[in-house]
């Protein structure tokens, strides 16, 4: 009799248990929802968190105790690092002691090595002063180069050059010209980079743009300033930050014959994060003096502005 029984109990709670699947009665759920939600609204939350975006970690900055020059693509000292901090190159030239192996980089690649003499000083014809390191067995560096001594690497992330396909970009480039009594029509926009520049996920774009051509300097035999009304040039960040595109004019010329390049962006700090250089050069008097006289400015981006960390001023030779 008792088997019995519990054989009935058996199959009654089998029973119990096949009418509550066939209800769609399932396990109680331990983590209620939160106060307030319902199905959708638990729903519409875990589609939200499926789309959060993790941001990229941060690299490890390098050890900069001793000395760390940074060369530009003429082998011209445009500074450096010293113990952490940045100096100019008057300062960090009087720390070189000579040979020093740069390691050498040219349009985002390594190529090769090279061993560098003691600091030469450079007078030029207008007065300033520079510093040049003769660099031995140098391979293939050019204007777009540079050098640094530091382990690190100095290209974390992927930079990538644009020429065609700049529409996207006309607005900011025409914005700053009708601020500055331009028509804003003809935006003349040369070449974008983009690039994470400061490790955290979003790309900046570097955007180059300029009316001055070829023929405007052909025409340039005598260094006449009218030749260059109505011209401009400029270098123009932008960035999106919290959701908000942010255009920030680097640097800009109008009514002038001086033309914007950015031969190199790379982490010469080691901090993980990358520097972009703006160079600034003179064709207008190139006819009267025989040179370009050109400055060289590295920023780097830090929160919402951007600082100049490195300038130097020189004539190509």
């Given amino acids: ?11 009654i709670l089998f029973i119990a248990l096949t009418a509550m699947a066939a209800c769609g009665i399932g396990p109680i759920n331990k983590e209620p929802p939160e106060a307030g939600q319902g199905k959708e609204e638990l729903k519409q939350t875990s589609q939200a968190k499926s789309r959060e975006v993790k941001k990229a970690p941060k690299k490890p ?43 050498l980089y040219c349009n985002e ?12 000083e450079q007078q030029y014809i207008s007065g300033d002063k520079g510093y040049r390191v003769e660099l031995e067995g140098q391979n293939g560096l050019n204007a777009d180069g540079y050098g640094i001594i530091g382990s690190w690497n100095p290209l ?8 065609t396909g700049l529409e996207k970009y006309q607005k900011p480039v025409g914005d700053v010209l009708r601020k500055t009594g331009f028509d804003g029509r003809d935006e003349g926009i040369k070449e974008v980079k983009k690039v994470d520049l400061d490790n955290d996920g979003m790309e900046e774009a570097i955007i180059i743009a300029t009316n001055i051509t070829e023929e405007d300097m ?22 999106h930050i919290d959701g908000e595109e942010l255009n920030t004019v680097v640097s800009q010329r109008f009514n002038a014959g001086q033309i914007f390049q950015v031969p190199f962006i790379a982490d010469v700090d080691g901090d993980g994060q990358m520097e972009f250089l703006v160079r600034t050069v003179n064709v ?31 004539h190509p030779i």
């Fill in 284 to 314: 207008q008097m190139v006819p009267v003096e025989g040179w370009a006289s050109t400055h060289d400015d590295l920023y780097k981006i830090k929160d919402r502005d951007i600082e100049r960390k490195l300038s130097i001023f020189y």
């Fill in 156 to 163: 974390p992330a992927m930079l990538k050059t644009q020429t």
């Fill in 61 to 103: 900055k390098a050890d900069l105790s001793g000395v760390y020059p940074i060369l530009n693509g003429f082998g011209l000292i445009m500074g450096g690092i010293v113990d952490g901090l940045w100096v100019n190159n008057d300062e960090i030239s009087r720390q070189i002691e000579g040979g020093e192996k740069y390691k």
């Fill in 109 to 120: 690649q390594y190529i090769g090595q090279a061993v560098g003499s003691k600091p030469l």
């Fill in 218 to 239: 052909n025409r340039n035999t005598d260094g006449d300033p009218g030749l260059f009304q109505g011209k401009y040039s400029l270098v123009i960040l932008q960035r």
């Fill in 1 to 11: 009799m008792r088997k019995y029984v519990y054989v009935m109990l058996a199959v």
